[in-house]
């Protein structure tokens, strides 16, 4: 029988996790369908529960559900346990696991698809919740000189600074007013097409500016764009999550080098912005979008 998988979010419509995984199966002969499913933002625990009722063997997890996700498990890998956030379950007779691939993911894009190393760069991650907890551990792995999260609410920017210690640093976005060499946006505030109140002093003509969502160009994007940054979203790190994910499940790893072309390549022919400069994913200065 077809093995079921899914990813869970609020919204989820956008999703490219089904084409993704879809991809990763046919490349690698895996039996497996894949789909989005629209939680209710009350009801993440009853739509996973009914899910795994009818078969499925595991699931990926977006906004806004990372943390609930986390408490939802029975058990999580440690890299989980330290983000605090969960966007892989597994199903199986012993319960619910957890796992978080987010952070290798992106690290996985910047170094390897946009050729960012992050050895001794001044980092800045915005945002802190779900999506930056995934993420802070493999950042601080790279030895970076500097990682800075800035939140809205200063408290829950030093409450992970607490958490992950290793000399990270906090401000609220206004107090964020120097450069840095990569800038990250782990806020939601993409979705909603808003902007965080950011100086245009973190950006300058060698920051990699990095959104996490994807498919679309942002106010983030277009902001350090204008201030003179170098612009990335989330696509890459979409799909070197999925992969890490679908090894979780599968025991395989898939190449996504030609999953990531083929995604862009579907933007490109659906959408001609003009005055946008892109740079392909060989270069080291990243993909503009």
């Known amino acids: 029988m077809t093995d079921r998988y899914a990813v869970f979010g609020h919204p989820v419509a956008h999703s490219k996790s089904p084409l993704i995984h879809a991809a990763f199966a046919r490349q690698t002969g895996q039996d497996v369908s894949y789909e989005a499913i629209l939680a209710p933002l009350d009801g993440f625990a009853d739509s996973v529960a009914a899910f795994i009722a009818a078969g499925g063997r595991g699931a990926n997890v977006t906004v806004p559900f990372k943390e609930t996700a986390f408490k939802l498990a029975q058990r999580v890998s440690p890299r989980a346990e330290r983000a605090g956030a969960v966007n892989t379950l597994s199903f199986n007779s012993d319960g619910i696991l957890g796992d978080n691939t987010d952070g290798a993911g992106l690290v996985a894009d910047l170094t390897r698809n946009l050729h960012c190393a992050l050895g001794g760069k001044r980092i800045l991650l915005l945002g802190a919740g779900g999506a930056a907890r995934g993420v802070i551990e493999p950042l601080l792995d790279q030895q970076p000189s500097a990682l800075v999260i800035a939140n809205r609410t200063l408290s829950r920017a030093e409450e992970l600074a607490e958490r992950f210690g290793r000399g990270v640093s906090t401000a609220t976005f206004e107090a964020a007013d120097m450069p840095f060499d990569v800038v990250i946006n782990a806020t939601a505030s993409s979705l909603a097409g808003e902007l965080p109140p950011l100086s245009p002093r973190l950006f300058g003509a060698n920051t990699l500016a990095y959104d996490m ?19 990335a979203d989330g696509l890459g790190m979409l799909v070197e999550q999925a992969a890490e994910a679908f090894y979780l499940w599968r025991g395989v790893r898939p190449d996504t080098a030609p999953v990531i072309a083929s995604l862009r390549q579907d933007r490109l022919e659906g959408e001609h912005p003009e005055g946008h400069k892109r740079l392909s994913a060989s270069s080291p200065r990243g993909l503009r979008t």
């Open 213 to 231: 969502m994807y498919g679309r160009d942002t106010p983030f994007l277009d902001f350090a764009r204008s201030h003179g940054g170098t612009t």
